[in-house]
């Protein structure tokens, strides 16, 4: 009896550990969307009438999504410019982060943010986040005469016919083309391409050794190809292999650290 207690107690014990390892190694992961809409005024319009704009009608949200709007990792708070100046200066943004005239004048008159941020540390059972995030963003702006949006995880600025024109070419909202950039950083040599929007999915985003600027148009190109891969398919795999130009290349990334996996880029040679 004592021997049976023992490999009982045992089991138990081993299967704690292991759904210990298990929690830790899900810990690892980290997946986040953050829209931003810039409004005329400093409230927020009722989440009663958010979620019956999200759910009625033609709306392409279902029960799934509608699911996270009461989910503790969706975050919806307001920014006031009044203390937070910098948020309506996007010259403080990213270099990557480009804005138009109309945009820059349509910030002017804002007096507040909506930061409308989906974070999980664990992964994801669906993709439902990525549906609801640009149709989120859109209902607000809707709702309180919302001027200009900034999908912050692609760093990219977007009048509001901007975003819904992008909801009407992917209704789903989950393709690539919605979520997904790549874009050149400058160097002292050279540059490099990175992406923004992997991490939508929980996957690292990729950013080139640094290449010499008559390659920027080569480089970002094998990028946003590879980048669709790796969103297409939801895994991180390498090496990665894209056809450009006439020629078959390799993308080979090296270990995550921080958030980014570093590529390196080799033509393979015909036989």
Not at 23 to 29: G, P, T, V
Not at 151 to 160: H, Q, Y
Request: net charge negative; aromatic share 8%; glycine share 6%.
């Amino acid at each position: 009896m004592i021997f049976l207690i023992g490999v009982s107690f045992g089991l138990i014990l081993g299967y704690g550990l292991l759904q210990l390892i298990q929690a830790k190694k899900d810990r690892q992961f980290f997946a986040i969307t953050e829209y931003w809409v810039y409004l005329p005024k400093e409230e927020l319009p009722p989440q009663d009438e958010v979620m019956k704009l999200l759910l009625g009608g033609n709306s392409p949200i279902g029960p799934e999504e509608g699911l996270l709007l009461s989910d503790i990792r969706l975050h919806v708070g307001l920014v006031l410019r009044s203390k937070n100046l910098h948020v309506f200066r996007p010259d403080l943004l990213d270099e990557s982060v480009v804005a138009t005239a109309e945009q820059l004048s349509l910030i002017s008159e804002c007096q507040a943010v909506a930061k409308l941020r989906f974070l999980s540390e664990f992964k994801l059972k669906s993709e439902a986040h990525l549906k609801l995030m640009p149709y989120l963003a859109y209902a607000y702006a809707k709702l309180a005469d919302g001027k200009v949006v900034y999908d912050s995880t692609a760093e990219l600025l977007m009048t509001v016919p901007e975003l819904l024109d992008r909801l009407k070419n992917d209704r789903e909202a989950k393709g690539a083309e919605t979520h997904l950039r790549t874009v050149w950083k400058t160097t002292a040599n050279g540059g490099k391409a990175e992406t923004h929007g992997l991490v939508k999915k929980g996957l690292p985003e990729l950013i080139t050794l640094e290449v010499h600027s008559d390659e920027r148009l080569l480089v970002t190109g094998l990028m946003e190809d590879a980048a669709r891969q790796l969103w297409n398919s939801g895994v991180l795999s390498s090496p990665i292999e894209v056809d450009s130009f006439n020629d078959r290349f390799q993308l080979i990334l090296s270990p995550v650290n921080k958030g980014l996996a570093e590529v390196r880029i080799l033509r393979i040679q015909a036989q």
